[in-house]
Every structure is written in structure tokens, then in C-alpha cells.
């Protein structure tokens, strides 16, 4: 890995934990202004509405822009954001509506900085180390958003409002250092310039058309309103006496730090897994991994079985991110990446978040264990979605895409 690749690889880990601090801590602060539960848990739909409502201009905007330029960009603005809130705070005018903002503009700046990090890692590594660019990069960000960064926001919301809301904009200041030392144009040539609706429509039809593209987006957005709809309603069947599976609230949150972890390692083992097993195989049985953090709730409420098949569908979720997505960089042209990046996130987020309605709905309806038995169900049916997809129409994928072009520093 080149220079440029670490340099990058740092502003990455800089916004991610900076994510995982605010993502955490907004909520934290929140109930010092309201114990209203529907206001409370109103911040994180609101830091997941951008990417419904803005993830397809924000693609489009990634394949017109100079892709570092707009990491740097979204970094400023979600920045200049949150310090102006945390000054509002610090002088004594902060409220639940202030936080409300700072959901929605970080969320809609994130869908530009994360769609454009993620597009411009071919114009740095070039096609060959993709997998081992890709999961040192998610290792990094999954490190800092789901392991350092809300055990740090916890630690700055009881120190106060301020440090909470001011230790956020320290790291995207320091993340665009690392993007400032960057250096080279990471901007595609577009052959025809259009508008930003025939951009968008652009980016959809070649997702929708691509055979395997198409077949990725569709079990990953499966398989999201399977989780969706469990972890909506996990709580409810792990937490308190009456509960079936009795755990205490640092119990639980424990529990889900398996999942965490699994991802973590399996950021690390992709590359290696891949290189032995070969892409298909390794799809198969990651998603098939994945398929037993669904599964296992069906079958039993043991917290340490649950805690084992969460682990290792957290290995098989990011193993199978690792090789799909380095496959979408490989067979996209570099001049729709962002725009594809955007439609397949829109997929994966919006299906998320009906999963969650949806998981509520059979609940009330036919109670927990119904939930786990049809979206586990659902979670391992997505394997269907690989039947027919061999190594070898991979490879002719790749051959007919091309090698994307490489842009280094």
C-alpha cells in the first residue's frame, strides 16, 4: 500500500470514530432536554433519513466532484456544524431541536463522505489489492465506530454537553489534515455532461441492468430487513426477568459487542480467506455465517450460543462486505462508482429500516419467536441469490468491465 492509501486509511479512522462519538453521545445529551421517547428515539432515524432521501444526489455529486475534494468538503461542513451547536450549548441555548439539526446535516453529509471514500479506493490501490485495501479500511472504521467510539462518547457525555459535542469536530479537523496531505486529482472525466437526474438515472439503470451487481444489491438489502426486524425488537427477548433470555442491560450490550468483534476480525481475515478459499466459496459460507446471527434466536434463547453465532455472523457480514464491494469497484466504471455506491446503499439502508416496522408488526402480532423463525428463514433463503454465480462468470465479469483506471499520488 502506497502513501496515499494511509493517508487515507487515517482520515477513515479519524471520521469513523468521530461517527461512533456523535452517533452515541446525541442521544446521551438528549435526555437532558426531554425524557419524551419518541423525540429520543426520533436522532437516529434522523441521522438515517439522509441516506433515503439524499444517497442517490450525493453519488451523483461524488462522480462530478474531485472525490478528496469532497471527503474534505463533508468533513467541513458536518464540522462547522457541530461546533456551532457545541458553542450554542456552551452559551446556554442548546436544545433537543438543536440536536435534531446536527443529525440531519451530519447524516446528509455523511452519505457524500462515506459514498466518495468508498468510490475513490480504486483511483488509489488500483484493482489487484483491492480486497486487502478494503478490509484493512473497514477494520479501521469498524474499529473506531463500534469499539473506541461509544465507550469515548459515554466518558465525554457525563464530563458535559460541550466536550461531547466539541470532541467530534477535533477529529474531522484532524481527519482533514490527513485529506490535505493527499495529494493528486481524484476526479473522473464524465464524457457527456448531463443533469443531475439523468445522472442519477444513469447510475440506476447500470445497477439494475448488471446481472450480478443487481443479484448483490438485492440479497444484501434481503438480508438487512432480516436484521432490521430482529435487532428491532432484540431487546424485548433479551432484557429483564421476564424475558426469555434474562439479561441485564450491560449484559446486552456486551452480547452485541460479539458482533462488533466478529466484524473486526473478519475485516482481517477476508483477504487471506478469499485468496484461499476463492471468491465464490468465501461468499458462500460467509453469508451463510451470517445467516446464524438470525438463525440462532429461533432455535435458542442461550445467551452464549446467541453470543457464538453473533460473533461469527459478524466474521461472515464483513468477510462477505470485503469481497462484494472490492467486486463492485472492480466490474463499475469509475465514472458511475459514486452513483452505484449510492443506489446499492439506498437498497441496504431503506430495506433496514422497514425491516424495522416489519419486525414490530409480527411481533404485536404473533409475538417474538415469530419474528426470529420467519427472518431467520429469510436470512438464510439469501443464499439462493448465489446459485449460478461461479468463479468463472466472475472472471468474465471482470474481463468485460475492464481494469478502472488508477489515478496515484
Request: charged content about 10%; proline content about 4%; glycine content about 12%.
Amino acid at each position: 500500500m502506497n502513501g496515499t492509501y494511509w493517508r487515507l486509511w487515517s482520515a477513515a479512522g479519524l471520521s469513523s470514530l468521530a461517527d461512533g462519538v456523535l452517533k452515541v453521545a446525541l442521544p446521551l445529551i438528549a435526555v437532558g432536554y426531554t425524557r419524551e421517547p419518541a423525540l429520543i428515539a426520533g436522532l437516529a432515524f434522523a441521522f438515517s433519513l439522509p441516506w433515503l432521501l439524499f444517497a442517490l444526489p450525493a453519488g451523483a455529486l461524488v462522480d462530478r466532484l474531485d472525490r478528496r475534494r469532497a471527503m474534505l468538503g463533508a468533513n467541513v461542513v458536518r464540522g462547522v456544524l457541530l461546533a456551532g451547536v457545541a458553542l450554542l450549548t456552551a452559551a446556554g441555548g442548546g436544545s433537543i431541536w438543536a440536536l435534531y439539526v446536527v443529525a440531519v446535516g451530519a447524516g446528509c453529509a455523511e452519505t457524500v463522505y462515506d459514498t466518495a471514500a468508498q468510490s475513490i479506493v480504486p483511483q488509489v490501490v488500483g484493482r489487484v489489492q483491492l480486497a486487502r485495501a478494503n478490509g484493512r479500511m473497514f477494520a479501521a472504521e469498524q474499529t473506531a465506530n463500534e469499539f473506541a467510539g461509544p465507550p469515548l462518547a459515554g466518558v465525554l457525555a457525563a464530563a458535559g454537553a460541550v466536550a461531547a459535542l466539541a470532541t467530534p469536530v477535533a477529529l474531522w479537523a484532524v481527519a482533514v489534515v490527513a485529506l490535505l496531505l493527499v495529494r493528486g486529482s481524484y476526479r473522473v472525466p464524465q464524457e457527456n455532461r448531463a443533469t443531475l437526474r439523468a445522472d442519477i438515472a444513469e447510475g440506476v439503470r447500470f445497477l439494475v441492468r448488471h446481472k450480478l451487481l443487481r443479484t448483490f444489491s438485492v440479497m444484501v438489502g434481503t438480508f438487512n430487513f432480516a436484521t432490521g426486524a430482529t435487532f428491532a425488537v432484540l431487546v424485548l427477548y433479551a432484557v429483564g426477568p421476564g424475558s426469555a433470555m434474562g439479561l441485564s442491560a450491560p449484559a446486552f450490550g456486551l452480547l452485541m459487542t460479539t458482533i462488533a468483534a466478529g466484524g473486526l476480525a473478519g475485516a482481517l481475515l477476508a483477504e487471506p480467506v478469499e485468496r484461499r478459499l476463492g471468491r465464490v466459496r468465501t461468499l458462500w459460507v460467509s453469508w451463510f455465517a451470517g445467516g446464524l446471527a438470525v438463525g440462532v434466536l429461533a432455535v435458542t434463547p442461550d445467551p452464549y450460543a446467541v453470543g457464538a453465532a453473533f460473533f461469527l455472523g459478524g466474521v461472515g457480514i464483513l468477510v462477505s462486505n470485503v469481497v462484494m464491494v472490492s467486486l463492485r469497484q472492480r466490474l463499475t466504471p469509475d465514472r458511475l462508482l459514486g452513483r452505484l455506491t449510492s443506489s446499492h446503499r439506498l437498497v441496504a439502508w431503506g430495506t433496514k429500516s422497514l425491516g424495522g416496522l416489519a419486525g414490530g408488526a409480527i411481533a404485536e402480532g404473533f409475538g417474538l419467536h415469530a419474528v426470529f423463525v420467519v427472518m431467520g428463514v429469510l436470512a438464510f433463503a439469501v443464499l439462493g441469490g448465489l446459485c449460478g454465480i461461479t468463479e468463472a462468470a466472475l472472471t468474465a465479469a471482470e474481463r468485460a468491465a475492464g481494469e478502472p483506471e488508477s489515478h496515484p499520488a
